[in-house]
């Protein structure tokens, strides 16, 4: 939890904008809750050897938190510990973040063929992620005019101003690519 709070005050920009991770100053991540969190989770492996959900959550953020700079993530390794938690915690939410970092990982296609078997899972319908993650993906790999619907319908499905800004931005963005 304090890796994840540590990025709070990147995540907003100065006029109220949705700032992505990929985008974020991480000079404005607090690093005393960054050491605090890796402390706790080094801990927390030394407890036991089997990880559990939290912990292996937990390793994913601390991918983030280590990476200096967002093109120095470990973004393997992200996609790697998904692939565990997907095996314990066999959730649509859980495929579709380990389809954010396959994609990262080794290429959209890869994202987009994790995101497509849970797209129609009921306990996504109305998630505003799974359209932006859709989105993202068809966005990189210049299918512009499907990435350009997804967009607009995240945006629909979110109740946060500054997100549905940022999704409707990039759905103009695609009218552009």
């Known amino acids: 939890m304090e890796i994840q709070a540590s990025r709070a005050a990147a995540r907003v920009g100065p006029k109220g904008e949705a700032i992505l991770l990929m985008d974020q100053d991480r000079r404005r991540w607090n690093q005393l809750l960054i050491q605090r969190g890796l ?12 990880r559990g959900p939290y912990t292996l959550q ?8 280590r990476a200096r700079e967002a093109d120095q993530t470990e ?4 996609a790697s510990l998904y692939d565990e938690l997907a095996t314990i915690m066999p959730t649509p939410i859980v495929e579709l ?15 987009l063929a994790i995101v497509e078997p849970v797209a129609s899972h009921p306990q996504l319908s109305g998630y505003p992620y799974l359209p932006a993650v859709r989105a993202d993906l068809l ?8 990435a350009k619907v997804e967009f607009e319908k995240a945006a629909a499905l979110t109740k946060n ?16 690519a």
């Not at 937990?58 to 938190?65: D, F, P, T, V, Y």
């Not at 973040?97 to 994609?103: E, F, L, T, Y």
């Not at 966005?139 to 499907?146: D, M, P, V």
């Open 97 to 111: 973040n380990r389809a954010v970092a396959h994609g990262m990982a080794f290429g959209p296609e890869s994202g």
């Open 161 to 176: 101003a500054a997100q549905k800004t940022l999704l409707l931005e990039r759905a103009a963005a695609c009218e552009s």
């Open 139 to 146: 966005f990189k790999l210049k299918r512009f005019g499907e």
């Open 75 to 78: 973004w393997t390794r992200i």
């Open 58 to 65: 937990a390793a994913i953020a601390a991918c983030h938190a």
């Open 39 to 50: 402390t706790a989770l080094t801990h927390a492996e030394r407890l036991r050897a089997a």
